[in-house]
């Protein structure tokens, strides 16, 4: 049976809210829930989605079929660190729970760094198990994201029951 769409994944599918002819990273894409999501929205552009797991992207696959045969879903089996992206490549990277972008090393940041193009953003997407973990987050990714050249532009809080979600929104900055 098809995972349905979280309110957390809808919920941040509305924060990306990518425009016309973005070029669009999902990291860590699960069941392909936020690719639909995104590529529902996408009047031109395409979504590439890279997750490190066969198993996932299989799973996305039969989700996204329409999407992936009309070339609109891209899908790629790899860890972000050791995937195959052209620098510059993409308008708005996002990754929903993926937990590598806040324990450190956390090199992942780098590799956003390099494939964001100029003027792109990157979505962080948490939904912290314990109350009031939001500003630890935000605080946890700045510190891992700024050694790398990202960061924090903004914050977005959603209300998606049963816990609150962030999308720390990154941005190339000085240094
Ligand atoms: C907790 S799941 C979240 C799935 C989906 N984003 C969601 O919120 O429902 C994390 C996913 O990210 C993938 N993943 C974790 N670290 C990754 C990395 N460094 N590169 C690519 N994929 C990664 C895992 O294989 C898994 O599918």
Aim: charged share 15%; proline share 7%.
């Amino acid at each position: 049976m098809p995972v349905a769409a979280s309110t957390r994944l809808v919920w941040a599918a509305r924060v990306a809210d990518p425009g016309p002819g973005e070029r669009v990273l999902e990291v860590g894409f699960g069941h392909g829930v936020l690719l639909s999501l995104l590529a529902a929205r996408l009047t031109s552009g395409s979504v590439l989605g890279l997750d490190r797991s066969a198993t996932m992207t299989a799973a996305a696959a039969a989700r996204n079929a329409a999407a992936v045969g009309a070339g609109t879903v891209r899908l790629q089996t790899a860890a972000l660190t050791d995937a195959d992206l052209p620098d510059a490549a993409f308008d708005l990277v996002v990754a929903v729970h993926v937990g590598a972008f806040w324990r450190p090393p956390a090199a992942e940041h780098a590799v956003v760094r390099r494939v964001l193009a100029e003027g792109g953003r990157f979505l962080l997407v948490d939904q912290p198990l314990q109350q009031g973990a939001t500003r630890s987050r935000v605080d946890q990714v700045a510190g891992l994201a700024a050694p790398h050249g990202l960061t924090v532009a903004a914050v977005h809080t959603g209300a998606t029951p049963p816990r609150p979600s962030i999308a720390v929104e990154l941005r190339p900055g000085p240094g």
